[in-house]
C-alpha cells in the first residue's frame, strides 16, 4: 500500500434526475490518502485516466470525467458556479444522414442511433473517422434489443449506439457507418454519413444557411450562438422563430439585417443572438414567409444540446 499526503479538493456530489446534474461544495484541505494501484474498468474493458484512484476514509475516490465519459455521458465544468454538470449526450437519429454537428473540442460526447436488427446477421460499424478528432468509446457500437415492457422482443430488431467524445483537437472529419455483414464482400445495405466540426470553445458559435438540419452544442456559461440567414425584407418576406423551448436557449434582443451592398433592395443577412438559459436540448426552427402565405418558402431548423 502507498500512502501519501495531498492538498485536494473534497467535493461531495448531488446526483439529480436521468440526466443528472452534479453540484459541488468544495474545499481545501490536506488528506493523507492510500495508493493500491487501483484498476478502473467500465463494461470489462480498462479505462485509462490522467488521475490516479485513491482510498480516502474507506472511500474509493475515482475520476468523475473520465467514468462518466466511459459511459458515454456528457460532462461540463461551470467555473462561475463551482460546478461539474453530467447529462445525457446529444443523441442524432438516421434524419441526421449527410447533416453536420458542430462541437468545441474540449471533451464533448454525441451519440448517433441507428435502427437495425443484428438477428439477420447486418451489423452497423464505423468504417471510417478521424482517430485523431475522435474516439468511438468501447470501439463499436452498444447494440440494444427492442423491449415490451422488461420483455426483450427475440428478434424485432433495436438499436446501434455509437457513442464518440472529441479529444482535444481542432479539425473536420466525416463519421461513415455502413450496415452489412461481415461475411460478406458486397458493398454495406445501408450507409450514414455525419460532418464533424470541433472547434476551439470560442463565446460564439456561429452558424448559417448551409447548417439547415444539422446540430450543435453550446457550453454554458461560455458559448452563445448566432445564426446567420439570408433574407430579404423588400420583397415582404421575413424570418419567424417557430420553435426553441425559451427556458433552455432565448433569443437576445431583435435580429439585426444586413444588407449586402447599398443598392435599393438588395438581399442581405439577418443575423439572431441566441444565449443558453438552462441545460437541456432544444430544436430551433425558423419559417421564410410573408403575410398571408399558407406556408413557408424556407424553413431552418437546427438541434441545439445545451451542457
Known sequence: MNKRVIAGLLVSVLVLGLAFGVSAATGTQQIEVNYRDIAIKVNGQAVATDVEPFIFQDRTFVPIRFIAQSLGKMVTWDQEKAQVRVAEPLVL??????????LSKESQVFSVVLD??????????????DKNLLELIG??????????????????G??????????GQ????????????????????????????VNLTDSVVT????????????????????????????????????GAEGMILALQGEPTFKPDSDALGSPGVYTYHFAPIKPGVTTVILNYSKAGDDKPTQTYQLL????
Open 93 to 102: 437519429d438516421e434524419s441526421f444522414n449527410g447533416k453536420i454537428i458542430y
Open 207 to 242: 452558424l448559417n444557411d448551409e447548417d439547415n438540419g444539422g446540430a450543435a452544442t453550446l457550453v454554458m456559461p461560455i458559448q452563445k450562438l448566432d445564426l446567420l440567414l439570408k433574407g430579404n425584407p423588400t420583397t415582404g418576406y421575413s424570418w419567424e422563430i417557430v
Open 170 to 197: 481542432v479539425g473536420e472529419t466525416t463519421i461513415k457507418l455502413g450496415s452489412a455483414r461481415n461475411w460478406e464482400t458486397v458493398p454495406p445495405e445501408k450507409t450514414f454519413e455525419l460532418k464533424v466540426r
Open 139 to 156: 470501439g463499436d457500437a452498444v447494440y440494444t434489443m427492442n423491449k415490451t415492457g422488461d420483455e426483450l422482443l427475440m428478434g424485432a
Open 116 to 129: 437495425g436488427n443484428a438477428t439477420t446477421g447486418f451489423m452497423w460499424t464505423a468504417m471510417e473517422y
Open 158 to 167: 433495436g438499436v446501434f449506439n455509437f457513442r464518440f467524445l472529441t479529444k
Open 304 to 307: 441545439v444540446g445545451v451542457f
